[in-house]
């Protein structure tokens, strides 16, 4: 098994790359309408336009404004898990910002990352925004001709699955399951583009990152069978 403290424990918040599809230039537009067909099939509610809000799951059409990182430090009885974000307007300087960390903090091979659902949308869309900003892929998120064996991913998702790939069990659901306090208590992540755009207020998208970060600590620790961290023992640099 990993040793904990050598696990980073990451979430992304992304939003559509504008505040509405009208500002979108003409050429994304037509590109948009072509994806967003196929998401409205047979939903006859829903354009072009009002989909528009989803896009930012998309990393052609989304950016990361958020990356929060947590990691457990010192042992049982003492152990605290150690939260920093990076967040802002600006993509570039938040994915630089979160690979210069990265190149502290990775200084053996022994380390890996945990995030929920982090396989199919964390890890992947981080470096396809690195590659769009032009930005080098830190060795330990570039999975390009690696074995399996080779790459340092946890998923508490993937975990929860035992091998079973039929449906999707939501962090707030997991946490829920397992007894731990849902990180949901303010917005969720449909509502993110939301408090981007029109509320301005990046803060509350960190507290928001920061909390998942967090439930995604409490439920690799239960899953695992160690002790869960008292909020005494949360800091938030």
């Not at 939260?83 to 690979?99: A, H, M, N, P």
């Not at 920061?210 to 160690?226: A, C, H, S």
């Amino acid at each position: 098994m990993v040793t904990l403290n050598n696990i980073l424990f990451l979430d992304i918040e992304t939003v559509p790359q504008y505040d509405c599809y009208d500002k979108m230039p003409a050429e994304w537009k037509s590109l948009w309408d072509l994806k967003a067909a196929y998401l409205i099939r047979n939903k006859e509610e829903e354009t072009v336009e009002t989909i528009y809000n989803r896009a930012g799951i998309y990393s052609e059409f989304g950016k990361i404004v958020c990356i929060s990182c947590g990691n457990i430090q010192g042992y049982n009885p003492t152990k605290k898990l150690v939260i920093k974000s990076f967040y802002g307007d600006d993509e570039r300087e938040v994915l630089l910002q979160f690979t210069e960390m990265l190149k502290r903090w990775t200084t053996d091979a022994n380390k890996c990352f945990c995030a929920h659902n982090g396989k199919e949308f964390d890890f992947p869309f981080l470096c396809r925004r690195m590659i769009i900003n032009n930005i080098p892929i830190p060795p330990i998120l570039n999975t390009r001709g690696k074995k399996p064996w080779e790459i340092n991913h946890l998923d508490t998702m993937d975990l929860w699955r035992f091998g079973d790939y039929k449906t999707f069990t939501s962090l707030n659901l997991l946490a829920c399951t397992l007894g731990i306090p849902t990180p949901k208590d303010d917005i969720d992540g449909s509502k993110v583009w939301e408090v981007y755009w029109k509320d301005k207020n990046l803060e509350r998208i960190a507290t928001y990152c920061q909390k998942d970060v967090i439930t995604t600590v409490q439920v690799y620790l239960r899953m695992t069978g160690e002790e869960q961290i008292d909020a005494e023992s949360i800091e938030i640099k």
